[in-house]
């Protein structure tokens, strides 16, 4: 369980400074927002296999590891997702420069209380939330949303929508579809939801393998730039 995993380590975290909001603009490779279905096809113990997963994931060393990788912090926020109005962050943006950062986020996360229950999917607001979203974010070289869920829309207007009446010049849209029976939510994931160079699907068999989905999706975003060359001059070491 993780929380166990983060009980371990909180004495090593309460005596490094926290992170805190972004206030002004500093040198950022990449804006990484995450975004988590908690709609009403998403029940008690599959919320907590998402917030629990989302917070082992990001104290896993391949991840850590990842997010120090190249020159330049990342810039992190979570936000939880279901109906047309209903979205709420769960960590504001904020730069990560050290372990004890992603630890003290992951502890946030792993204790957090489900935001709302029983309302529709609405993943067209949801993307145009995280679209206005990144108006607040630092001048980062990339943008990136990574948008998990297990359903298709059926609450307002459509990405499609979103994508053509929101601002996502230059941002990236990955997603991470959650199964069952079948793959279709993952084709519908591929066909509606990403957008733009290089997005994808990660899939997910279903909740219970929402822990390492996360994990795969987090280290491919985060070493995207580096493997495929897109680190500026300005940047390199």
């Not at 489900?114 to 949801?126: F, I, N, V």
Request: with cysteine; charged share 20%.
């Amino acid at each position: 369980m993780v929380g166990q995993r983060l009980l371990g380590a909180s004495a090593y975290a309460a005596c490094l400074l926290a992170a805190a909001p972004i206030a002004a603009q500093e040198d950022c490779r990449l804006a990484l927002q995450l975004g988590l279905d908690v709609s009403a096809s998403v029940d008690t113990a599959e919320y907590r296999l998402q917030a629990d997963g989302l917070a082992a994931a990001l104290i896993d060393p391949v991840v850590s590891d990842a997010f120090f990788s190249a020159p330049g912090p990342v810039a992190l926020s979570v936000f939880e997702w279901s109906g047309r109005f209903q979205q709420d962050v769960l960590v504001d943006w904020t730069l990560i420069r050290s372990e004890a950062d992603l630890l003290r986020i992951a502890e946030r996360i792993s204790g957090s209380q489900r935001g709302t229950q029983d309302y529709p999917t609405a993943l067209g607001y949801a993307l145009g939330f995280a679209a206005t979203r990144f108006d607040e974010a630092p001048d980062c070289l990339f943008q990136t949303l990574d948008i998990s869920g297990d359903g298709q829309n059926n609450d307002g207007f459509a990405p499609a929508a979103a994508f053509e009446h929101f601002d996502f010049n230059g941002v990236t849209v990955n997603g991470l579809a959650i199964g069952g029976a079948s793959r279709e939510i993952e084709d519908y994931f591929a066909a509606e939801v990403i957008h733009g160079p290089g997005a994808f699907v990660e899939y997910a068999l279903n909740h219970d393998h929402f822990a390492e989905a996360i994990q795969r999706k987090l280290e491919r975003e985060l070493r995207a730039m580096i493997f495929g060359g897109l680190i500026p001059p300005a940047l390199t070491p």
